[in-house]
């Protein structure tokens, strides 16, 4: 097997580690949000049941739960570093193609 250089090795464990302090993020927002929605629901209903006012806050939060799930998980993978070095990889191969 093949031992990378340190640097190399601390670039690799820099970027693991943002990501998973990224991961870690969005589950501690989903339980904030998992949390904050049955004691938005009890104060509802105890305050005054017959307007539903709690799904103002349940919805425009779940809008930004999904978003935050959308960009750490679909948007890192899409268009994140793995996208961007496939094709930083293919434009070199065309220029390279170009030249011969």
């Known amino acids: 097997m093949q031992r990378l250089p340190d640097f190399e090795t601390d670039k690799k464990y820099a970027r693991a580690r943002k990501r998973i ?10 339980l904030a949000y998992c949390l904050f929605v049955p004691f938005i629901i ?15 806050s349940v919805i425009g939060w779940g ?15 899409t ?15 065309k220029e390279e193609n170009k030249w011969d």
């Not at 268009?79 to 070199?92: N, P, V």
């Open 79 to 93: 268009f994140g570093s793995k996208w961007e070095k496939r094709k930083i990889d293919e434009l070199m191969r």
């Open 42 to 56: 009890f104060i509802n209903y105890h305050t005054y049941w017959d307007y539903k006012w709690f799904w103002f």
């Open 21 to 30: 302090e990224e991961i870690k993020g969005f589950y501690q927002h989903l």
């Open 63 to 77: 809008i930004g739960v999904a978003i935050h799930g959308f960009i750490i998980f679909v948007h890192k993978g």
